[in-house]
């Protein structure tokens, strides 16, 4: 590959990858006055034309369907037409692989913003006790920090992303600081009273959707499409809440199309810059600056440490522990459905709200894990309301009720009269589940992929069986019906195929020595002081709350720290 | 050429975009429009003058047209699959897609041939309840369909299925090629149908909206707590 000339400019600091973690690099560096190149894999985001917010099917002559009714054959996109996702488990010429004996499906974005674009937007901070899982019960690895290390750091990420919530006083679910939330919809309240009578905890969502207004951003009008982009940002996205207002600083130049294919280093043991394939001219170029952050997502930054390969590292950057790509995770998932009597003929009403379900159910069993089978928490995220209809939206109740007359009468008594629960669990880091490159296979950049291997343990499986036993309950306790799994369906989706939750964290755990991880508590490698990894491979656990939160502010730390280190003249 | 995104080109654009959502400084005011470029988007689009088929033959197209009529009909709610411009979805997605336009070639083929079989009538020129009598027979031999591959996979995954290699399942009646039709036509339809603004009325949804408050009605809530366990 043609290699052009190095460009001349040093920047105080490289990030790569534009999500959660790059865009709070960037909005805090550039804040503090440093000069930051930003690397993203995909292109520009051009909200215009991105964000199907507000569209509806007959906008489209294929309603949704795709160009040639792609999504007939299960080559739509992941989350339909709609969904503003740009990426997927499959890209076209960059493939990677899986060992033999192990599933796992790897989600990639390529787009400024990545997958906080599409994302769920759930904000969960982490307990006191995720953070010392291994003195909890002996299991997996704890982490360098505490919830008091990080706390003000979701201080700030909430304040600044804004989250909606409300105080609970949740042990397992700390408080933050957040926008009013919206009041439960009917189908909520009716499971919230199934959660009372069940002793299971219920309580207003935390999504990072902003109910009045902040920083130029509007309240939400609620729209319900924030899967689909919010042309108001008033869902948080980091291209539309960090990294935008951080180019209007005039410190931040943005590299598009730029694929990552190493960190390079000097004799000195220091990081000096990135070398990156320009997708559109498919030439090999240099970014030269004084600090390497990446952020290109757990397993995409792992790949990129683990590509950097130097006399002086044989195996990689940050690997001298051997750790890197080990204990990767995923969120253990398992869904369950049921009719609900209760909710037939009901008045209809706009149940669109700010974009999700306006309760969850965070773990309510925190202390009582020396009465299960089981040794970590889940939480419960419930669906159900009058959703717009789109393409495949009445496939299975049209086969269940023949065709005409009657099965139009129907599906217009069902609409809206089904309710759904998913459980989100922690799963426990083991040997089996990891990554590591494939000698044999390279992307079309000519950089080599990674391979996976992956395994849930009887821990996850038998998490997995008790979310079942509890959605039935609730489901029941509504007066509701269990759409049941049969026997060979429980053997076969009873339990989530591992990545498609697209929680993978872990590959360059954080942890207190040299010796048994890849990073410490600022996210900074133990073997490199001027490399730092800000995304979800830092993660030395995988509690049930979802990563992203946690992501914004363990980068935000990470920035504080780096910004007085170079101060100090420590990096 | 550089990468970097000139700045103003952003700004301009992210300016240009808000201004049009009407919602840079925010207000009861700019949710109206909002709620004005929801409305507009949401319009269907008007068509001029008749539709010009591209993917099928005229005998063909009717019996589609046909078809949607059956399979969702007009009621005291609603318009049918033919008013809510099912044969033109089916038919654009036919033009683009050459697997699509041959399930419906071959589909169609087979339910004509199968009709004159029964009827020595294809299924457009049948009369209405030899039509309904013949989906009558796919919706049913369906379900049969459904029934015996459900079976077959339990049956699969036991320990007896591996040594008793003379059992063979049956994987279709007669009419499976006719049920593996009927089912690519009824889900083409009823997408078309309840994706347009004529399904949406017919289902009374009523999101998509701008609104400066979410509110849930008393009366929904009352509703549903009346007539579930906890009253």
Known sequence: ???????????????????????????????????????EAGPMLDVGTEFKEHKVPTDYDHRGAEEGGKAYFGKGKPFGFFSTTSGGWELEGEPYTV????????????ILGGRTNHYGRMSFRFAEYDFKPYDKDGLGFNWPISYQDISPYYDKAEEFIGVAGTIENVPSCPDGKFHAAPPPKVHEALVKKACDKLGVICIANRRAVITKNLNGRAACHYCGQCGRGCQSASAYSSAQVQVFPAMKTGRLKVFDLAMVREVLTDENGKATGVLYVDKQTRTE??????????????CESTRILLNSKSKEFPNGLGNGSGLLGRYLMDTVGFGLSGTVPALEGMPHYNTDGYGGAHLFMPWWLWDKH?????????????????????????????????????????IREGYGNTIAFAGRGEMIPNIHSYCEL????????????LKFHFKWTDYEWKQARHMEKTFAEIITAMGGKVAGLSASQRESQGISIPGTIIHEVGG????????????????QTHEMKNLFVMDGASFASNPDKNPTLTINALAWRACDYLAEEMKKGNV | MSNFVPLETIDRRALIRSLALGLTAMGAMDVEAAQHVHVETGAEKAKNGIYKVKAFTAGEYTTIQHLAVLIVPADSVSGSALDAGAPEFIDTLASQNVQIANIFHGGLAWLDAEMRKRYQATFAAAKPEQQTRMLDALVEAGREL???????????????????????????????????????????????????PIGFKDLNYIGNQALGKYTVPTEAMEYVMKRSPFA
């Open chain 1, 1 to 39: 590959m043609a290699q052009n000339a190095i460009s001349q400019e040093i920047f105080d600091a490289v990030v790569v990858g534009s999500g959660a973690g790059g865009g709070t690099a960037v909005h805090v560096l550039t804040a503090k006055g440093l000069k930051v190149a930003l690397l």
């Open chain 1, 99 to 110: 060992g033999e004996g192990s599933q796992f499906q790897w989600f990639r974005s390529r």
């Open chain 1, 285 to 298: 170029k240099i970014i030269k600056a004084k600090v390497v952050i990446l952020a290109a997502s757990a």
């Open chain 1, 370 to 410: 020396n009465k299960l089978d089981f040794p970590r928490g889940y939480h419960i995220e419930i669906g159900g309301g009058y959703s717009m209809p789109g393409v495949g939206s009445y496939h299975s109740a049209a086969r269940r009720h023949g065709y005409g007359a009657n099965m139009k009468t129907k």
């Open chain 1, 438 to 449: 494939d000698p044999n296979v390279v992307d079309r950049w000519g950089i080599p992929v």
């Open chain 1, 508 to 523: 360059a755990r954080m942890g207190k020595s040299a010796k048994d991880s890849v990073l410490n508590g600022y996210c």
């Open chain 2, 146 to 196: 459904a029934e015996r591959q459900s079976e077959e996979l339990v049956y699969q995954k036991s320990p007896i299925y591996r040594d008793f290699t003379g059992y063979t399942v049956r994987r279709a009646n007669e009419l499976g090629a006719g049920v593996a039709f009927f089912d690519w036509v009824r889900k083409m339809t009823v997408d078309a149908f309840y994706t347009s």
